[in-house]
């Protein structure tokens, strides 16, 4: 089985944080419908180079062996390990909003404040589905139909459902002042912003497993 836990893995999950990071900047500054379709710059370039992005992993990854066996720990091991690379590479990126002259804090603040506003559970509920969006444009994409990202991005991001690495972008983005102060509620909200999305990349396993 393939480990994912290796030094070229993360440095590739952080150049994936770093695409989803500047699609984001590309959502913030248009903030419509034109900024949604600059988003599936950051999906277009992970699939395109092959990167380890949590949300276009976990569709994918093993969850038993070649035996039949479970491999649940290891499975979420890995994602969380690739995720921990996205975030960095969004930080990265966050970083350098800090020098451009456009209002990108004040937007990245609104997103947060919506999110919290409706709460972890709704959000993790809708999260679920950009996770089922996001596996089914991968696995598109992967048959050479890349086309299906330019429709379904901009789908998740106009239907709401969160994404958890374009979140982590926005959250990082967004005042350090607000942050800091709503930290507690996002140390609550982002787990099931992951866990939903985990939910629906796999919803064509848990619903229909292919013999």
């Known amino acids: 089985m393939q480990s994912y836990i290796n030094t070229n893995t993360f440095r590739t999950a952080i150049l994936a944080g770093i695409a989803?990071?500047?699609a984001g900047w590309g959502y913030?500054?248009?903030?419509?419908i034109v900024g949604a379709v600059f988003f599936s710059f950051g999906l277009l370039t992970v699939v395109g180079y092959k990167l380890p992005l949590?949300?276009?992993t976990a569709g994918f990854i093993a969850l038993r062996d070649e035996q039949g066996r479970s491999c649940w720990p290891?499975?979420?091991?890995?994602?969380?390990?690739?995720?921990?690379?996205?975030?960095?590479?969004c930080l990265l990126v966050s970083l350098l909003t800090r020098l451009s002259p456009m209002d990108l804090g004040d937007t990245a603040q609104r997103i947060l404040e919506g999110r919290l506003a409706i709460g972890p559970l709704r959000a993790g509920l809708l999260a679920i589905g950009c996770g089922f969006i996001m596996t089914t444009v991968v696995s598109f994409a992967r048959e050479g139909k890349p086309l299906t990202l330019l429709l379904g991005v901009p789908l998740f991001i106009n239907c709401g459902f969160p994404h958890c690495l374009a979140d982590a972008f926005y959250y990082l983005t967004a005042p350090t002042n607000y942050t800091i102060a709503h930290?507690?509620?996002i140390l609550i909200l982002y787990p099931c912003l992951v866990a939903g999305n985990f939910i629906g990349c796999n919803l064509y396993r848990f619903i229909a497993p292919k013999p």
């Open 74 to 89: 290891k499975a979420i091991g890995d994602l969380l390990f690739i995720l921990l690379g996205n975030i960095t590479g």
């Open 28 to 32: 913030l500054a248009y903030n419509n």
């Open 54 to 56: 949590y949300t276009g």
């Open 183 to 185: 930290l507690k509620d």
């Open 20 to 22: 989803v990071g500047i």
